[in-house]
């Protein structure tokens, strides 16, 4: 038996610590903060000490071993993760996918490691060596009994607290005083699923890793701690107590004749020391594992009576609201799962802190707190709004938008909105219709592209149409093929080179106060919007751009998306991306990924052997000289795109399909081919290469730099239905232009001429002509049916001309903000701002770097000294300074320079209403309109 316990070195307090003052059980009402815990049945309960009621207290402590284990082991016949445990077959598991039970004969643990333990002692790990892998399986049997009698030792703690039987207060001691008293000689390991595992000897302490779980954030073992406070006032803890220990810090003996509550309480304390320590290696951070451990932190603190502890956490639980969200509330990350995780745990931390007040003589002298009656979230009124991010990021089936790493399984009720507006993340979708002819796109522009759970996915785009997504972004993958999912070559943009983006280090501190090394990373930016208002949405659009995205010297890297109603319901999607630089362009466009697919297309395609990464390659085998992870992307087939292209993409169950339209494009070639899809194979690595999605690769080589406009068309058509678009055409523009597209849509009776431009030269196309950024004339039956425009000067069609007057920009002044106590959240700016008309017209900020922006306007208030206060929806997200502006939230960008703001205008005028022609706009007065 160990008996040495490790003592935990205490700051000085201005009062005494005494568990015996704390009203037990101290923590109930953090173990019941869910649904799950509250209403846990005592049948669960019973089922969950069964195993162990008929062990003897000598075999009970022995399946608690001295050594610890790891956590992460995957199976040596097929390489599954899912290995199963269960506390009838204590020294064995079974791999859930091919059925293996070791340990066995066939796959023996012939090897070992040799490791010295925290208190000098030599420790011997069993190994298996199979193809460079070291399968520590007999150490992943203990750990997934450890984890089981942890469980055990609550339970029992459980029916103690609600039937007052004291054999399960028995039981429930005897596991915990057995993981006291082993707990000071277990190694710290790293161990990670899927890397090399190490025991790790002296600090600092592994990030990926830990000594009581495999990571250190959960490495208090909060299951015990719970257990201690629901049998801290019974006979079997009272008598342990007193009939054999003193207290060392009262009496001076030695530490191993101590009271077995103090014994306890100082296995805890040694928790939070090796935490703590583990924390302070890794620079003191905060992130999505912040709240359990603050969870965890506050209710050790409550039970043992240590405010230290509950002050920690509450000064990282108000460093995470304060720097680890965007103003626009979304999670730092990106993920929708990891924005879930933190806010949800963040909030069962508040729960666990509520009502908690200081005990009578305490100073916080770290970090100068004053805790009574806490109430965690009064402070901090921002996070309501956090909470409701992920119910408006949802596609309208329900389901979670599946951006960086976030799962595709969760699925809520349908949502009541289909346009989507995350101005400071950076991510719109604009959307029509009803039931299966809802189709709703996405353009995501995050200004960051390689932090922790992001993906490398600037201007992605995605399309969900006919009740599915039908070009998907994968999400979450957490097989072995994670990184392709995770890669440019997973999403649908344009690679430049196949170069990797720079790496931002994840140890750098997000502080308010503290300009950081991503201050000079390159800003996406929003460059347009229009929701549809003006147009009652016949015409939407959103366009951003993502300089410099891939470490090469880009000059344009931008992506416009237009969604354009064919009839009264159905819309179709028209995509315009633009790149300058760089000597290879490579679009990139991904199939539906959640049941096979055919193809049908008129164009002749060519079988190419091997893979994406040559071929000589095969499947799945790494080329180190080839584009990241292709080499997971087979059954090539290819076809000249010079021309242009069309295929289809249908569902073989679902029968939903997607018409994509390419136009011609000089020296492309496009390559069809097929990848991991992911979804159906779900978490298993067996499965994971059996399921399939298409993939397209229309790849343009030329000389370093070249400039590449590249413009698809999509229609999407659910079971059933009839295709919405029966023709898709180039059309000539005079004079021409490297940056300008000019196409021609039919659907049925209405044919759609889309013009698009980076300047205001004028241009004839077709009968029209047009000047500006977007332009959009339909005609039915040979007559105009509507006329729009967005940043246009001038638009000449067959029955008249709209001429549009420059609105002038706005220098900005200062903002408004309730957070900082004003009344409303708004822009002031400089000079009266001509009258907005419609509902919550959108306006850009331009910073001092040229970056942007947008706002909805939901007000204005001419301010009487030649200043107008344009009212926000939502807060505006900074603060002017005397060089520039300071964000207020995530990632705190200090920006240099001049800020001004200018107006998204657009127009729109029906020719054929009852009333004859209507003229809608944002600023009406500066349009002129003539009709023949």
Partial sequence: MLLATVMLAVPALAYESDSSRVKHPAALHVLKDNTRDAKMADETLHETVAPVMDWTDDKLRSMIGEINGFSGCKCPNCGEFELAFTLEEPQQITCNNCGIVYPNEKFPCDQTVEATNPLGGKVTYAVRVQDGYQYFIP??????????????????????????????????????????????????????????????????????????????????????????????????????????????????????????????????????????????????????????????????????????????????????????????????EGALGYHGQATWNLSRAARALKGYTDPEGYVDQKHGLKLQAAEFYADYPFMEEVAQVPYGMLYPDGSLYRVHDTGW??????????????????????GRGEGDSIIQAHLHFCPLIWVSHYHQDRLNMTLFGAGREMIPDIGYARTKHRYFA????????????????PRIPEDTEHSPDTPTRINNYPKSSLLAYDPGVTSDKWVQLIEAEAPNTFCTDLEQYRRALLL?????????????????????????????????????????????????????????????????????????????????????????????????????LSGAEAIFGQCPSYHRAGKSYADVDLYKMPFLDVRRPGDDPQATTFVAVYGVTAKGQEPLIHRVS?????????WTTAISVTCGDRTDVIYSSLDDIPRQVGEHICAGRFVVVSTVAGKTDYVYGWGCKKIVFREGELTVQDVPTCKVLATRRTEDGDEHNGIVVEGNVPELQLEAPWVRVVHGDGTAHGYAIVGSEKLGDDRTLLLTRGDPGFRMTERGIKMARYPHWDIAGPNTLELFNSVFLRLATENGPQLKGIVPAVVEMKLR
């Fill in 409 to 430: 399984t969760r699925k809520y009720d349908p949502p009541d909105y289909l346009n989507i507006e995350f101005n400071a993340y950076g991510h719109f979708a604009i």
């Fill in 564 to 664: 354009i109603g064919g009839d009264e319901q159905r819309s179709y999607l028209v995509d315009i991306f633009r790149v300058a630089g760089g000597a290879q362009h490579d679009w990139l466009l991904h199939g539906p990924c959640d049941e096979d697919m055919t193809m049908q297309t008129t164009a002749r395609l060519t079988p190419r052997p091997g893979t994406l990464a040559g071929t000589d390659s095969k499947y799945g085998q790494i080329v180190r000289s080839a584009p990241a992870y292709s080499w997971l992307v087979d059954d090539l087939r290819t076809t000249d795109a010079s021309q242009g292209l069309k295929f289809t993409w249908t569902g073989q169950d679902s029968g939903a399909a997607v018409a994509t339209w390419l136009l011609p």
């Fill in 486 to 501: 995770t890669s440019q070559i997973g999403h649908n943009l344009v690679a430049v080179d196949w170069t990797r983006p």
């Fill in 730 to 738: 180039a059309m000539a523009i005079d004079p021409p232009d490297q």
């Fill in 139 to 332: 150490a992943k049997v203990r750990r997934e009994r450890h984890q089981a009698l942890s469980q055990v030792c609550l339970a029992a703690a459980r029916l103690y607290h609600r039937t007052g039987e004291e054999k399960y207060a028995h039981l429930a001691l005897l596991i915990m005083e057995r993981f006291a008293e082993v707990y000071p000689g277990w190694c710290v390991h790293r161990d990670h699923s899927w890397w090399e595992k190490h025991i790790i000897e002296e600090r600092p302490w592994p990030y990926f890793g830990g000594k009581w779980h495999s990571w250190f954030h959960l490495d208090m073992p909060i299951d015990l701690i719970f257990a201690y406070d629901l049998i801290y006032d019974s006979e079997m803890l009272r008598a342990r107590q007193e009939a054999t220990f003193l207290h060392p810090r009262r009496s001076g003996f030695q530490p191993d004749t101590f009271g077995v509550k103090d014994k306890l309480e100082d296995f805890f304390r040694s928790c939070y020391q090796f935490v703590m320590e583990s924390k302070s290696d890794h620079g003191m951070t905060v992130g999505n594992m912040t709240p359990y451990t603050c969870r965890h932190f506050i209710a050790c603190g409550r039970v043992i009576d240590e405010p230290d502890m509950i002050h920690t956490a509450v000064s990282w639980m108000r460093r995470l609201c304060e720097t680890l969200f965007f103003f626009d509330g979304m999670w730092h």
